[in-house]
C-alpha cells in the first residue's frame, strides 16, 4: 500500500509564503516524477510543478519565478515553496507520484488528499 500524505496549507495573505510538504510511504521501489496540481473552485485540476530525478523542475507559467518545486529522494518527499502569493493562488493543491511499488514492474500514478491554500487580498 502506498500513501501520499501532504501538510503545510493554510491561510496567508496576499504576497505572503507557504511551503507545502508531500511524504510518500509504504512499499515503494523508485519514483520516477513527483508533482503538485492544483484545483479552484469551478475550474479543472492543473498541473503546478512537477519534478523528476535530475531535474530542476518545470512549472506552470503562472507560478514561474515565484513557485520552487525540490525533492528528498532519501525521504521520498516534494515540496513547493510558494512566494509572493496572489489571491488566484488560492485551490486545494494536490501532491502527485508516478511511482514502482516493490515487487512490481507497474508505475502508477498516486494522489494525495489535497491541502488547502486560501490567500486573502
Known amino acids: 500500500q502506498v500513501q501520499l500524505v501532504e501538510s503545510g496549507g493554510g491561510l496567508v495573505q496576499s504576497g505572503g509564503s507557504l511551503r507545502l510538504s508531500c511524504a510518500a510511504s509504504?512499499?515503494?521501489?523508485?519514483?520516477?516524477?513527483m508533482a503538485w496540481y492544483r484545483q479552484a473552485p469551478g475550474k479543472q485540476r492543473e498541473l503546478v510543478a512537477a519534478?523528476?530525478?535530475?531535474?530542476?523542475?518545470n512549472y506552470a507559467d503562472s507560478v514561474k519565478g515565484r513557485f520552487t518545486i525540490s525533492r528528498d529522494t532519501d525521504k521520498n518527499t516534494v515540496y513547493l515553496q510558494m512566494n509572493s502569493l496572489k489571491p488566484e493562488d488560492t485551490a486545494v493543491y494536490y501532491c502527485?507520484?508516478?511511482?514502482?511499488?516493490?515487487?512490481?514492474?507497474?508505475?502508477?500514478?498516486?494522489w494525495g488528499q489535497g491541502t488547502q491554500v486560501t490567500v486573502s487580498s
Open positions: 502527485n507520484a508516478h511511482l514502482r511499488r516493490s515487487g512490481s514492474d507497474y508505475v502508477g500514478s498516486y
Open positions: 509504504g512499499s515503494i521501489f523508485s519514483i520516477n516524477r
Open positions: 519534478i523528476t530525478s535530475g531535474s530542476s523542475g
